[in-house]
């Protein structure tokens, strides 16, 4: 399906981006950076607010965990909806609740002793509304560039988003610091508004309307036929529960208990950190340039290295060291990232790229509530060593398994297809209509 030329390209504002940057695609980036920027340092005050309410730790894993429970309870619906009805509908309306959510929570904390329950509420609202989010999103964004173009659209596309998150959070650690955790949560909520408001002028005129389904259970069933049928998808779905998982543990639970014990306190700790984000930068600026032809077979020997700050914490090695292996370990998952896009943008039907993008997302953080409540046992069991060490192993063999795949071994990059009348095909002045990888952004 084509479109008239839009005369705007001709501008020299147009010039100054690829001729493949379309509108929508350069819209869901600029609203991706805006809500990466306030929602990392949203992470962080939500945190502080709970310790400065007079909270402890254990509080504070209430809190993160009343935020990540709405993820495994509502992603699969979110996909089924997201492909029943207009995507950037779906990303609207889950941009207003999370602004809604924001903005309550920093009204509380501002007004001063806000309790528990109130903050564990208006987190899982937030959670509830990253759950409709990401699938619709990651559709979008699938569906925005052509086949010819994807790898580099995805690796700038994660660039620009992971280096907003680098960006947020060291603005938000500043900020809670000069004004206090509230605010930083007014911004967050005023980020989520400017959001979606980007979005609502998606340009979706051109889009093939999807036929009516047989009702949300039916979609849910031809979304999992997606998934059970592509040995490659499920047995990778399968692999980063794990992974995302013990990583998760490692980094949320141990490592801030080596940092006070062995490194030195949380700097040096936040320190690698911003290494590991650094890392996804320059794995994502490799992708720009870098179209391996094996996708899975390379992208899965690059999650290999995600055992490394597991085994570095376990030693533990020197602060320049683990920040060396973070930073290793941040480029390698990138280039798994960009793959893994590519990968599903080349292989599911475009009707039915959010509800597999939800399973994919629900099979990821499906056992993290797991693996950090866990944490904690394991290391009165194994010790912080041996449970780091373990961590480590499970990353390894986790990832071994998944080589035994010959779809993960043998999958390759096609040549893309001639145009066709879909929401993949580009229109004159670029392409027509976005965590994907792990990290979880509420939007």
């Given at each position: ?7 705007s390209?001709?501008?020299p504002?147009?010039?100054?981006r690829p ?9 869901l ?27 402890s ?17 509502f992603?699969l ?11 950037h509908h779906?990303?609207?309306a ?13 009204v509380l904390?501002?007004?001063g ?16 509304g ?8 990651e559709g979008?964004l699938l ?9 580099r659209?995805?690796a ?53 309307e999807?036929?009516?389904?047989g ?11 997606e ?12 692999q980063?529960?794990v ?7 490692a ?28 890392g ?7 992708m ?26 376990a030693v533990?090695?020197?602060?320049w060291?683990l920040?060396?292996?973070?930073f ?6 990138e ?10 943008h ?14 994919d ?6 056992m ?11 290391e009165?069991v194994f ?5 780091l ?11 071994a ?11 390759t990059r ?6 066709v ?6 229109l004159p ?8 990888s792990?990290?979880?952004?509420p939007?």
């Amino acid at each position: 399906m084509s479109s008239p030329p839009d005369v705007s390209s001709r501008t020299p504002a147009r010039r100054r981006r690829p001729a493949w940057a379309g509108r929508n695609y350069t819209l869901l980036t600029g609203a991706a950076v805006v809500t990466n920027l306030g929602s990392h340092g949203a992470l962080i005050a939500a945190a502080f607010a709970v310790l400065e309410a007079g909270g402890s730790g254990a509080d504070v894993g209430l809190v993160a965990a009343a935020r990540t429970l709405p993820l495994v309870l509502f992603l699969l619906i979110g996909g089924a909806l997201a492909d029943r009805l207009p995507r950037h509908h779906v990303m609207v309306a889950a941009n207003a609740l999370n602004c809604l959510s924001q903005t309550a929570f920093a009204v509380l904390v501002l007004a001063g002793e806000p309790q528990l329950w109130q903050m564990m509420l208006l987190t899982a609202l937030c959670g509830t509304g990253t759950a409709f989010f990401n699938p619709a999103a990651e559709g979008m964004l699938l569906s925005t560039v052509s086949g010819e173009h994807s790898n580099r659209a995805f690796a700038l596309f994660r660039m620009a988003m992971n280096g907003a998150g680098i960006g947020g959070a060291a603005l938000g650690g500043a900020m809670i610091a000069a004004i206090g955790p509230g605010w930083v949560l007014a911004v967050d909520a005023a980020a989520f508004a400017v959001a979606g408001a980007l979005r609502a002028f998606l340009d979706v005129g051109h889009t093939t309307e999807r036929a009516p389904g047989g009702g949300l259970l039916a979609d849910l069933r031809e979304g999992w036929v997606e998934v059970r049928t592509r040995p490659w998808l499920w047995s990778i779905v399968l692999q980063f529960s794990v992974v995302v998982a013990v990583v998760g543990a490692a980094e949320a639970v141990y490592g801030p208990l080596v940092a006070r014990d062995r490194l030195g306190g949380p700097a040096p700790w936040g320190l690698a950190l911003a290494c590991f984000g650094a890392g996804t930068i320059a794995g994502a600026v490799l992708m720009v340039v870098w179209k391996p032809r094996r996708l899975l077979l390379v992208g899965t020997l690059c999650v290999f290295p995600l055992a490394l700050p597991s085994a570095g914490l376990a030693v533990p090695l020197p602060v320049w060291a683990l920040c060396t292996v973070m930073f290793v370990s941040g480029t390698a998952i990138e280039v798994f990232g960009v793959n893994w896009m590519t990968t599903m943008h080349q292989e599911i039907p475009e009707e039915k790229f959010s509800r597999v993008s939800a399973y994919d997302w629900f099979g990821s953080v499906s056992m993290l509530p797991l693996a950090t409540a866990l944490a904690g046992p394991a290391e009165s069991v194994f010790g912080r060593t041996g449970a780091l060490w373990g961590c480590a192993a499970l990353v390894v063999l986790a990832t071994a398994l998944v080589l035994l795949i010959p779809d993960v071994r043998r999958l390759t990059r096609r040549p893309p297809a001639g145009p066709v009348a879909s929401a993949a095909t580009p229109l004159p002045s670029g392409p027509v209509e976005q965590h994907g990888s792990r990290p979880l952004t509420p939007g």
